[in-house]
């Protein structure tokens, strides 16, 4: 693959924030921990080898997006794609969330610097594609009628008993959505256990591309998976930030930031 950008997944939102600063060695309250999970995401975004020669887009929080970081990435040259949930119910559809209200703040509010925007949703079971999917792409549609490129994320638990079965299942459903969608999408996708199982979706038409989440995978487990598998990308969010901690020096924590971006660049092929 000619271009190994990713995608940086830097869109915890307030039930996720917790446990991202206490990876990183912070402390924090509940008045406060907004404000923390910014600065390391800036820390992180001002790194040397944060640029748009490795990372071609980051997905965002809508508080992050509001403190002005879509600036910061514009002008190293990366795009800004904005997570638009609220989260999943107990089967793994997304909960009810204001989308229309969401797009016309993305896009008359922030204007062109936003290129796309990312919804995550839990497939728990074969059962589940279908309606996970069926709610995603219909999303999806009107995401592209406003002029926004969607992230459709259908992730697979890392641990599910039955991961291989449900990875293929899934693989036969997203042949079908994409053949009744008419605009541009990306999918960001668990890693699965038969490499390449995903590839014939890196040639459709209107799939930009396919990135892989970590899933709480390590930084070096991560990358080996990514690196199974040809045509696709990351968009990894703790195998990113693994070993970033508050207390490290700015060389070292640069050091440190560069090492897991380069691990991720060579690991997309």
């Keep these: 693959m000619s271009d190994r950008r990713f995608i940086a997944a830097m869109d915890h939102s307030g039930g996720s924030t917790g446990g991202v600063l206490e990876r990183y060695g912070q402390e924090y309250t509940e008045a406060d921990k907004m404000e923390k999970v910014h600065a390391m995401r800036l820390r992180m975004v001002s790194s040397p080898d944060f640029n748009d020669s490795n990372i071609w887009g980051a997905i965002l929080y809508q508080d992050t997006v509001t403190r002005g970081m879509v600036n910061v990435l514009d002008e190293?040259?990366?795009d800004t794609f904005l997570k638009i949930d609220s989260g999943?119910?107990?089967?793994?559809?997304?909960?009810?969330?204001?989308?229309?209200?969401?797009?016309?703040?993305?896009?008359?509010?922030?204007g062109p610097k936003i290129y796309g925007t990312k919804m995550r949703s839990i497939v728990h079971g074969v059962g589940m594609i279908h309606p996970v999917l069926k709610q995603q792409f219909t999303l999806a549609r009107t995401i592209w009628d406003y002029g926004l490129v969607p992230i459709i994320e259908p992730e697979v638990p890392i641990d599910h008993p039955i991961k291989a079965e449900v990875e293929d299942a899934?693989?036969?459903?997203?042949?079908?959505?994409?053949?009744?969608?008419?605009?541009k999408c990306i999918l960001k996708l668990t890693p699965p256990e038969v490499p390449n199982l995903y590839h014939n979706l890196t040639v459709f038409p209107n799939v930009e591309r396919v990135v892989f989440l970590s899933g709480g995978?390590?930084?070096?487990?991560?990358c080996n998976r990514l690196g199974l598998n040809d045509d696709v990308t990351?968009?990894?969010?703790?195998?990113?930030?693994?070993?970033?901690?508050?207390?490290?020096?700015?060389?070292?924590?640069n050091a440190k930031i560069s090492s897991n971006i380069k691990q991720i660049t060579e690991a997309s092929k």
Excluded at 244 to 253: A, C, G, K
């Design 88 to 110: 999943c119910d107990e089967d793994g559809t997304l909960k009810q969330f204001p989308v229309k209200q969401m797009l016309e703040w993305a896009t008359n509010g922030i």
């Design 170 to 183: 899934l693989m036969y459903h997203l042949q079908e959505f994409l053949d009744e969608y008419p605009g």
């Design 234 to 253: 990351a968009s990894f969010s703790r195998a990113l930030s693994e070993g970033l901690r508050y207390d490290l020096t700015d060389e070292e924590f």
């Design 76 to 78: 190293k040259g990366i």
């Design 217 to 222: 995978y390590s930084t070096a487990e991560a």
